[in-house]
């Protein structure tokens, strides 16, 4: 029973239903709350990890809280064992870094903005930590419905377009969710995770099959795999630059943890298996990454670009899970670690590097790196680290995918990690030959984005942007060179994966 | 034949789940593992652990309101995404609405559907209604204005800074209560024992009317702001 | 009771296909609301008052409003 991991879903909630409030009295002090809102969470988080820290090494940390004082069959439990605390972490760590950015970028609307991004942040701790499939698929919502109203915060008419589809794509893919959860309630007369894993093997046949097929279906919609990929580049193009990042950084791997929890947890690897889904969805995945990266390697448009390299990465991630092994894990988890830096890193890059283009088209992006050379080098070590490069953090996690397909015997799995950073070469260098190529600049090519033309003339913002794009490549330097450091709570998380049996005993009897 | 292709494909998917649906309707055991379950708990003894006489009530706001708490922070998500996509700074001006007969009327009606919208939403732990359907018809009447007055008059007595105003408080409201519920009975969102009174009176069943008070502002606020910010541009037009 | 069932739910798959079927919006919008309403006495029927009430007041009414405002926008014509 600890309040703290209640209190991390509500800082974000109350701050975000208070923003709205602060700005009808005076909008000067938004910022001043934003960051008291953001340092809060981060203490609290800190709090925890550091009283619990014996448990930790001990390997049986479990924290609980009963909503209302409902015990778990009759109300709502949160709960957070060691994989949604590795994942608490670095969401919030991301999150902290990308709402400081957001400072410096954001130039209009920001009172809507940081209400959206906080509703975000509530939704996605509470996805992470709830112990109940009907709030799983309200925090599901909520975040569909906030993300979707920021990829059109450009309020242009591609921005539009991209926000219908996001949303279409992705309330269908919610609606699929509420049917599974609903024919489990019908089915066992229950909602809680740890009941619904202790008796979903007592179900009939066909709906086991029909459930487990409807929740993947909806995550792999959300994720952006192979059929339904198409909504992803688009609003990751459109979108601004931290919105970008708070997608592909926070929300594809919020779902990636859904997809871990649902299939592992509540569903069960057996029963997927008695089917051979499983074999299914490791094929799809590694489809969908090879497609990922032939798609990027024909696009013209660098943000596009980064959203299907994004496509790539999750379809190489989702299967390496698949294989459902223990070095598969401490693969695709690092992975997903160093993904969500990188992508994130570099699309906060990019945001400052295409402030003056009036596209993020390739020819537009000539040029680039002569102007901002500080930045464009914190560009091209993040590319590096996409492809791979070896005392980068990139490197360490293909590495261990690599292992871990080679050791399951999935040469063409294997093959596809190779050729994933094949292509990325050929990929990144052209732009990068193209950023530094040097252009003669006449007054009127300085054109400017129209709508989410940052202030960043402003020097201060201009700091802000370019710190937050040097300690993301900092971190990826870091834990590149030290990545021994994730040894242990990778370890701790993996061991709470495959230990179901714990989570029920814990949730149920204590 | 292209766009016939794309019929028989959305046919033959339509079919497929319908049929999906049915088999797994079909395989369901009659309600067998709902009796022993969360709903036969909450019909045995929901009346006396929450004092609530309508259930439905009871589960929203009691034994699952953090779920409500989602639901309504989702409208009020969907809120400021609207806004901030479609809100053009400019006055609405049309003044002109409907006839001189169809305004008297209404004028005579409002009263009335404020009242209905006030009891649904008092009334949420004892009769059908509550919260959210409470402020659906409280945000009706907003709407009716803009149609029959013409939007200027509703811009003049409720402006959106009030109905923003509105909608923070009710969220607000909502919140608080699950932090009181903190504060003295120790858990999130629990039911306050010193409000509740003799059950089937109006104020009884501890916190659960005030909640339904703060989700029937916000959510009240909440579709007006919407219906408000998408009427916006047409009524500029017909200056 | 069983005849009244089986007519509202024939008349619920008419309003249905007929709201996809028109090509004018106004009248699809129309059948959307009447859908709605048959809903709302199917909910009845089941002795579900809560949902009935909800269904009639968002389905019905401020859905039909919104949806309204939604088109007389699309008919003025421009697109921002």
């Given at each position: 029973?600890?309040?703290?991991?209640?209190?991390?879903?509500?800082?974000?909630?109350?701050?975000?239903?208070?923003?709205?409030?602060?700005?009808?009295?005076?909008?000067?002090?938004?910022?001043?709350?934003?960051?008291?809102?953001?340092?809060?969470?981060?203490?609290?988080?800190?709090k925890?990890?550091?009283?619990?820290?014996?448990?930790?090494?001990?390997?049986?940390?479990?924290l609980?809280?009963?909503?209302?004082?409902?015990?778990?069959?009759?109300?709502?439990?949160?709960?957070?064992?060691?994989l949604?605390?590795?994942?608490?972490?670095?969401?919030?760590?991301?999150?902290?870094?990308?709402?400081?950015?957001?400072?410096?970028?954001?130039?209009?609307?920001?009172?809507?903005?940081?209400?959206?991004?906080?509703?975000?942040?509530?939704?996605?701790?509470?996805?992470?930590?709830?112990?109940?499939?009907?709030?799983?698929?309200?925090?599901?919502?909520?975040?569909?419905?906030?993300?979707?109203?920021?990829?059109?915060?450009?309020?242009?008419?591609?921005?539009?377009?991209?926000?219908?589809?996001?949303?279409?794509?992705?309330?269908?893919?919610?609606?699929?969710?509420?049917?599974?959860?609903?024919?489990?309630?019908?089915?066992?007369?229950?909602?809680?995770?740890?009941?619904?894993?202790?008796?979903?093997?007592?179900?009939?046949?066909?709906?086991?099959?029909?459930?487990?097929?409807?929740?993947?279906t909806?995550?792999?919609i959300?994720?952006?795999?192979?059929?339904?990929?198409?909504?992803?580049?688009?609003?990751?193009?459109?979108?601004?630059?931290?919105?970008?990042?708070?997608?592909?950084?926070?929300?594809?791997?919020?779902?990636?943890?859904?997809f871990?929890?649902?299939v592992w947890?509540?569903?069960?690897?057996?029963?997927?298996?008695?089917?051979?889904?499983?074999?299914?969805?490791?094929?799809?995945?590694?489809?969908?990454?090879?497609?990922?990266?032939?798609?990027?390697?024909?696009?013209?448009?660098v943000?596009?670009?980064?959203?299907?390299?994004?496509?790539?990465?999750?379809?190489?991630?989702?299967?390496?899970?698949?294989?459902?092994?223990e070095?598969?894990?401490?693969?695709?988890i690092?992975?997903?670690?160093?993904?969500?830096?990188?992508?994130?890193?570099?699309?906060?890059?990019?945001?400052?590097?295409?402030?003056?283009?009036?596209t993020?088209?390739?020819?537009?992006?000539?040029g680039?790196?002569?102007?901002?050379?500080?930045?464009?080098?914190?560009?091209?070590?993040l590319?590096?680290?996409?492809?791979?490069?070896?005392?980068?953090?990139?490197?360490?996690?293909?590495?261990?995918?690599?292992?871990?397909?080679?050791?399951?015997?999935?040469?063409?799995?294997?093959?596809?990690?190779?050729?994933?950073?094949?292509?990325?070469?050929?990929?990144?260098?052209?732009?990068?030959?193209?950023?530094?190529?040097?252009?003669?600049?006449?007054?009127?090519?300085?054109?400017?984005?129209?709508?989410?033309?940052?202030?960043?003339?402003?020097l201060y913002?201009?700091?802000?942007?370019?710190?937050?794009?040097?300690?993301?490549?900092?971190?990826?330097i870091?834990?590149?060179?030290?990545?021994?450091?994730?040894?242990?709570?990778?370890?701790?998380?993996?061991?709470?994966?495959?230990?179901?049996?714990?989570?029920?005993?814990?949730?149920l009897?204590? | 034949?292209h766009?016939?292709?794309?019929?028989?494909?959305?046919?033959?998917?339509?079919i497929?789940?319908?049929?999906?649906?049915?088999?797994?309707?079909?395989?369901?055991?009659?309600?067998?593992?709902?009796?022993?379950?969360?709903s036969?708990?909450?019909?045995?003894?929901?009346?006396?652990?929450?004092?609530?006489?309508?259930?439905?009530?009871?589960?929203?706001?009691?034994?699952?309101?953090?779920?409500s708490?989602?639901?309504?922070?989702?409208?009020f998500?969907?809120?400021?995404?609207?806004?901030?996509?479609?809100?053009?700074?400019?006055?609405?001006?049309?003044?002109?609405?409907?006839?001189?007969?169809?305004?008297?009327?209404?004028?005579?009606?409002?009263?009335?559907?404020?009242?209905?919208?006030?009891?649904?939403?008092?009334?949420?732990?004892?009769?059908?209604?509550?919260?959210?359907?409470?402020?659906?018809?409280?945000?009706?009447?907003?709407?009716?204005?803009?149609?029959?007055?013409?939007?200027?008059f509703?811009?003049?007595?409720?402006?959106?800074?009030m109905?923003?105003?509105?909608?923070?408080?009710?969220a607000?409201?909502?919140?608080?209560?699950?932090?009181?519920?903190?504060?003295?009975?120790?858990?999130?969102l629990?039911?306050?024992g010193?409000?509740?009174?003799?059950?089937?009176?109006?104020?009884?069943?501890?916190?659960?009317?005030?909640?339904?008070?703060?989700?029937?502002l916000?959510?009240?606020?909440?579709?007006?702001?919407?219906?408000?910010?998408?009427?916006?541009?047409?009524?500029?037009?017909?200056? | 009771m069983?005849?009244?069932?089986?007519?509202?739910?024939?008349?619920?798959?008419?309003?249905?296909?007929?709201?996809?079927?028109?090509?004018?919006?106004?009248?699809?919008?129309?059948?959307?609301?009447?859908?709605?309403?048959?809903?709302?006495?199917?909910?009845?029927?089941?002795?579900?008052?809560?949902?009935?009430?909800a269904?009639?007041?968002?389905?019905?009414?401020?859905?039909?409003?919104?949806?309204?405002?939604?088109?007389?926008?699309?008919?003025h014509?421009?697109?921002?």
């Amino acid at each position: 029973m600890d309040i703290k991991i209640l209190l991390l879903i509500l800082v974000p909630l109350a701050l975000a239903f208070s923003i709205p409030l602060v700005d009808l009295i005076n909008a000067k002090l938004r910022r001043f709350f934003v960051l008291v809102g953001i340092l809060l969470e981060s203490y609290l988080l800190i709090k925890i990890i550091t009283e619990n820290y014996t448990s930790l090494i001990d390997g049986d940390f479990f924290l609980q809280y009963h909503l209302g004082g409902w015990h778990p069959p009759y109300g709502i439990n949160l709960v957070m064992d060691s994989l949604s605390l590795l994942f608490v972490s670095i969401v919030t760590l991301s999150l902290f870094l990308i709402v400081i950015y957001s400072i410096g970028y954001v130039g209009h609307h920001e009172g809507k903005y940081y209400v959206l991004y906080f509703l975000i942040a509530a939704a996605a701790q509470g996805v992470l930590l709830t112990g109940d499939m009907f709030n799983l698929y309200v925090f599901i919502e909520m975040l569909t419905i906030t993300s979707g109203a920021l990829i059109g915060f450009k309020r242009s008419h591609p921005a539009s377009e991209a926000a219908i589809k996001y949303l279409i794509y992705n309330i269908i893919a919610g609606l699929f969710i509420f049917m599974g959860v609903l024919l489990i309630y019908f089915n066992l007369g229950t909602l809680n995770m740890a009941e619904i894993s202790n008796n979903f093997s007592l179900l009939e046949d066909g709906v086991k099959l029909f459930i487990s097929s409807l929740f993947i279906t909806a995550v792999l919609i959300k994720m952006g795999i192979f059929p339904f990929l198409f909504w992803l580049p688009k609003s990751y193009d459109t979108a601004p630059s931290p919105v970008t990042a708070v997608l592909s950084g926070v929300l594809s791997k919020v779902y990636l943890y859904i997809f871990i929890r649902l299939v592992w947890t509540v569903i069960g690897i057996d029963t997927l298996t008695a089917y051979k889904l499983d074999i299914l969805i490791l094929d799809i995945a590694l489809f969908s990454s090879f497609l990922g990266h032939v798609f990027a390697l024909q696009s013209n448009n660098v943000k596009r670009l980064l959203g299907y390299s994004s496509i790539g990465h999750i379809g190489m991630i989702l299967a390496v899970i698949m294989l459902n092994t223990e070095a598969g894990f401490y693969g695709g988890i690092l992975h997903i670690i160093s993904h969500m830096f990188m992508k994130a890193g570099l699309f906060v890059a990019l945001g400052y590097l295409l402030q003056y283009t009036a596209t993020h088209h390739y020819d537009d992006f000539q040029g680039v790196g002569i102007r901002d050379t500080k930045v464009f080098v914190a560009f091209i070590i993040l590319t590096l680290s996409m492809i791979g490069m070896p005392p980068l953090l990139g490197f360490a996690s293909k590495w261990y995918i690599l292992m871990a397909f080679l050791e399951a015997r999935s040469y063409f799995g294997a093959f596809i990690v190779i050729f994933g950073s094949l292509t990325a070469v050929i990929y990144y260098l052209r732009y990068i030959a193209k950023g530094l190529e040097e252009v003669k600049l006449y007054k009127g090519e300085l054109r400017m984005e129209i709508f989410s033309r940052p202030l960043i003339s402003v020097l201060y913002r201009e700091k802000i942007v370019s710190f937050i794009t040097y300690s993301y490549t900092a971190i990826i330097i870091v834990f590149g060179i030290a990545f021994r450091l994730l040894d242990m709570p990778l370890n701790m998380a993996i061991k709470s994966i495959f230990d179901i049996e714990k989570y029920i005993h814990l949730v149920l009897g204590g | 034949m292209h766009k016939n292709f794309k019929n028989i494909t959305a046919v033959v998917v339509f079919i497929l789940m319908g049929i999906a649906f049915y088999e797994n309707f079909q395989l369901m055991p009659a309600y067998k593992g709902l009796g022993e379950g969360v709903s036969d708990y909450i019909i045995r003894s929901g009346l006396s652990e929450t004092g609530s006489l309508n259930l439905i009530t009871a589960v929203l706001y009691d034994y699952r309101a953090f779920d409500s708490l989602g639901e309504s922070t989702v409208i009020f998500g969907a809120v400021s995404g609207i806004v901030l996509i479609l809100s053009r700074k400019m006055l609405p001006v049309s003044s002109r609405g409907l006839s001189f007969i169809v305004k008297r009327t209404l004028g005579i009606i409002t009263p009335f559907i404020a009242l209905f919208s006030i009891y649904v939403i008092t009334h949420g732990h004892l009769t059908p209604g509550g919260g959210f359907q409470g402020g659906v018809i409280f945000a009706a009447i907003s709407i009716i204005f803009s149609i029959v007055y013409g939007s200027a008059f509703d811009y003049r007595r409720y402006s959106p800074q009030m109905k923003t105003a509105f909608e923070t408080v009710g969220a607000l409201t909502f919140l608080g209560l699950g932090i009181a519920g903190i504060f003295m009975e120790g858990y999130f969102l629990h039911n306050l024992g010193f409000l509740t009174a003799e059950t089937g009176t109006l104020i009884s069943a501890g916190s659960i009317p005030y909640i339904n008070m703060g989700v029937g502002l916000k959510v009240g606020a909440g579709l007006a702001i919407i219906f408000y910010s998408m009427i916006q541009k047409t009524f500029k037009e017909e200056i | 009771m069983q005849i009244l069932e089986f007519l509202l739910l024939i008349f619920l798959v008419l309003a249905a296909v007929m709201a996809v079927r028109f090509d004018e919006e106004l009248i699809s919008i129309i059948f959307l609301s009447i859908f709605s309403l048959i809903l709302t006495s199917l909910y009845m029927l089941h002795k579900a008052a809560d949902v009935a009430l909800a269904e009639a007041v968002i389905g019905a009414g401020l859905n039909t409003a919104i949806f309204m405002s939604a088109i007389s926008q699309i008919r003025h014509g421009d697109s921002d």
